[in-house]
């Protein structure tokens, strides 16, 4: 994590490794520091748990609040426990977001006998095998072998056991969904692509969006049967000063 200082107020920036960002909140002298500290939204009900944040204050007063769509309300205000509750606090403020999305390139995969990806199975077919790259994100990897089987990409262990689908098949998915990767890097996953070094790739829409923009061989799509939403989250710490934090996120 870096730290920046504005107006005597110090902000956390977090990145895509958000173990890191957790890492940083048990560090006492790091969160002592932070009025403001960014993660992603997997790690909030655990930070919440763990008792790494403060709830907002107030944010009925805010224009921010009322501008932001149900689903961004919904996964930020949760219980004690971390976890979804309409009942419950609002805990951060979303502040960039995107989906996971596939890009690949139609003029190698399309004209070299393979097809056109419109769903996650298709990452499975015989001419993407070991051309194919994901972000260096285990839990894509996984969630994307669960979709390929049709189930949620963040299915619980509960909901496998209730599914037709066994471990060992999930297992034998994830496998099989591995050999057809080249490359895990969530820095040159599309230097690969558009390198031709694979031809296709599954990432965040802030990386792949840019990248199809460029180039005219590469096509985007968001698969059939689902993605996964993300957001990047703006929280204060437990220790934080919440006039500083106030301040900081509402401008004011």
């Known amino acids: 994590m870096l730290e920046a200082h504005e107006q005597a107020c110090c902000i956390a920036f977090g990145s895509k490794q958000q173990r890191q960002c957790l890492h940083c909140y048990r560090k006492k002298k790091s969160a002592s520091r932070a009025d403001v500290v960014t993660i992603g939204d997997s790690w909030l009900g655990s930070a919440i748990k763990a008792g790494y944040l403060q709830p907002l204050q107030d944010v009925d007063s805010f224009r ?5 769509a149900p689903h961004w309300r919904r996964l930020v205000t949760r219980n004690l426990s971390g976890q979804a509750d309409p009942t419950g606090q609002v805990w951060a403020v979303p502040y960039r977001w995107g989906c996971t999305l596939v890009a690949f390139n139609t003029d190698k995969l399309c004209r070299r006998g393979g097809v056109a990806i419109h769903d996650w199975s298709d990452l499975l077919q015989p001419r993407l095998k070991g051309r194919l790259a994901f972000s260096d994100s285990p839990r894509e990897l996984v969630g994307v072998a669960l979709k390929t089987l049709g189930l949620p990409y963040n299915c619980t262990y509960s909901q496998l056991c209730k ?18 990767v ?62 500083h934090a106030r301040r900081e996120l509402t401008h004011e």
């Open 64 to 68: 921010w609040w009322d501008c932001m």
């Open 163 to 180: 599914s037709d689908v066994s471990l060992q098949q999930l297992q034998q998915q994830l496998q099989q969904l591995r050999d057809q």
């Open 182 to 243: 080249r490359l895990f890097s969530s820095r040159d996953h599309t230097r690969a692509l558009a390198a031709n070094d694979v031809w296709a790739i599954v990432g965040s829409s802030l990386d792949l969006i840019p990248l199809a923009s460029r180039s005219s061989n590469i096509s985007i799509t968001a698969p059939v049967s689902g993605t996964v939403l993300w957001a990047d989250l703006w929280t204060v710490p437990a220790h934080a000063s919440g006039m």
